[in-house]
């Protein structure tokens, strides 16, 4: 093993969450300006230690934590590489609020798969590199889509489908996103569980909502392409009302939802698994989405984030 690092992404999703649990297609962007770096250095004495703002101390004692996953991650990474004794210092450096819908976990998890490849100086196909980090997505969330691993770990935008090889997607536009953060944490695996109990209990009614989103990012894909901000907007707002009708918006969420529209905004809704975290607002320009911002920051966003399409990178 030899001293290596391995970097990884925010992600925001645009379009398409908790359908794409149930095959239906999203629309996620990394954000390269905020990223998760793990760096392994190798011990001589056996000991296995983690820092972490998540967790500080041994592998072993991770077990009873919320790392959990991605220490049996970890874990079978090094049994794989035949060497489970391998000491080593693991340092995880995350720009990333957790539980706030950027992708946090799925970020760490592909950070520290490519440190550890690397580690043992070997190639790391990206279909593997996805399979990997689901190991600990399903610890941690349940039943991951895969969507946040295949976006931490790309360099452009990507549309997605469940069990396919995610593809790049051009954002040839002249709008912004605004990114704003209600403060308040949410849980994936808890409203991803939340809503497969709606599924259950009541299909005639949840099911049109999961699949009015699919078509919203199918239309949202179309918007793009034609570079037709309105009809975007327009697909934002039918995705976070049928979210909504799911159960995983907020009051904080709509409330900051309802100040970017009366800002100006095109359309927003909530971006992740929501009942909390983020959301994001869509911009005519991005001289416009100042004023979008300071709305948002007024009615209680604890942070924002400006991310022009054009660029498709670097939020400020
Ligand atoms: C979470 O970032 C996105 C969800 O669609 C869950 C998933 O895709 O695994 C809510």
Redesign the pocket.
Known sequence: MKKSQGISYA?I?LI??????YQQP?IALPIRSLTVTATLTPRTDGRQQIASIFYQGSLTDAAQTPFAGIATLIRRLLTFFEAPAQGFDLAISSMLPPER?M?SS?ATAVAIIRAVYQAFDASLPHDRLLNWANVS?RII?G??????AATASATAPQWFV?GQAPTPIDFPTTGSLVIADTGVPGQ?KT??AS?AAKLTQDPARYQPLIEAIGQATSQAALALAQDDLPLLGRQLMISQNALRQLG?SSPALDKLVAAALSAGALGAKLT???QGGCMIALAKAPAEAGAIRRALEAAGATTTWQYDLVESEDPS
């Open positions: 992600k999703i398409g969450e908790h359908a794409v649990v999203a819908g992708g799925a997505e969330h039943n991951p889509s895969g969507l946040d469940r994936t409203a991803v809503v995983v992740g698994s929501g």
